[in-house]
Nanobody, 118 residues
């Protein structure tokens, strides 16, 4: 059974930083693509950052140069370092894993709340 457990969310002032973690189990983490998504209140879930098994990354334009996604395959964990946070980045942040060896197999975590105050 695949489990993704996010942590590290919380309340932070605009301009502050948070580091999110997502611990995975029950899936071959080292060969999976991993992603962080955000769902703001009343909006659709959107991609924030994505990292492939080899470490290649891509980011939503709005977070480039402020957010960094990374992974530790030894710990089956993916991270999202968020700096210079903005109020509009408030939302629930979800971790997603995608099996690259079995196309179409994806799993989601339950999310962690990030609230950025003014």
């Amino acid at each position: 059974q695949v489990q993704l457990v996010e942590s590290g969310g919380g309340l932070v002032q605009a301009g502050g930083s948070l580091r999110l973690s997502c611990a995975a189990s029950g899936t071959p983490f080292s060969i999976n693509a991993m992603g962080w998504y955000r769902q703001a209140p009343g909006k659709q879930r959107e991609l924030v950052a994505h990292i492939l098994s080899g470490g290649s990354t891509n980011y939503a334009e709005s977070v480039k140069r402020r957010f960094t996604i990374s992974r530790d395959n030894a710990k089956n964990t993916v991270y999202l370092q968020m700096n210079s946070l903005k109020q509009e980045e408030t939302g629930i942040y979800y971790c997603r894993t995608e099996r690259l060896d079995v196309p179409g197999v994806t799993n989601w975590g339950r999310g962690t709340q990030v609230t950025v105050s003014s």
